[in-house]
């Protein structure tokens, strides 16, 4: 079984960079996964960006939704970097409409729920590492529209999912990383408050 490394913090707190280091330190090839849709001028620049930061030698899968083919189709052994769940969660909502409709929002909780049990039986099956990166959204102000709200539950619960699965867990501010003590090692609380 791969391990899986859960990667969380704000925006621009050095979570990328941390998985990539991490990835890196693997010792073995790398596959980044990207889940961002460039869909205008300023997003196609960020991810030329990013696609700079990265080696040349590690292999790329564009996966805006189907993170578990995406998955599957890694080489055996191979470290995965999942960069970013945040994003992935955006591109299944947005086809929802704004607001979106309570049903549609119960019926995409039902799929993401679904979706991420796949990607970690798929995890657990392999060999190799996955780090997934994602943001830490619900640390601020109640958003005031319904589809803010709506993506900060729905990507709180997936992050809760992701998280209580991982051997490790780190939290970033401000380029620091801050290792997150295992659901074992809690004392008196439920892990799914």
Not at 51 to 73: F, G, K, Q
Not at 126 to 131: C, F, H, P, S, T
Request: charged share 20%.
């Amino acid at each position: 079984m791969g391990a899986l490394y859960f990667v969380t913090g704000g925006a621009r707190s050095g979570k990328s960079t941390f998985a990539q280091r991490m990835a890196e330190a693997s010792g073995r090839p790398v596959t980044f996964i990207a889940t961002m849709e460039p869909l205008d001028e300023e997003l196609e620049a960020r991810v030329a960006r990013h696609r700079e930061t990265r080696p040349a030698s590690w292999t790329t899968i564009e996966a805006p939704r189907d993170l578990v083919a995406a998955l599957r189709s890694t080489p055996t052994g191979s470290c995965v970097l999942i960069d970013c769940i945040s994003l992935w969660v955006t591109n299944w909502l947005m086809g929802l409409g704004d607001p979106p409709a309570l049903a549609d929002l119960d019926q995409l909780e039902s799929e993401l729920d679904a979706h991420v049990r796949s990607l970690l039986a798929v995890q657990a099956a392999r060999e190799g590492e996955l780090i997934i990166v994602t943001n830490e959204v619900g640390g601020g102000v109640v958003p005031p529209t319904p589809l803010g709200r709506a993506y900060r539950d729905l990507l709180g619960r997936v992050n809760q999912q992701l998280s209580l699965e991982a051997s490790r867990a780190w939290l970033l501010v401000a380029g620091r990383a801050l290792e997150l003590p295992s659901p074992a090692e809690w004392t008196g609380a439920s892990p799914n408050e």
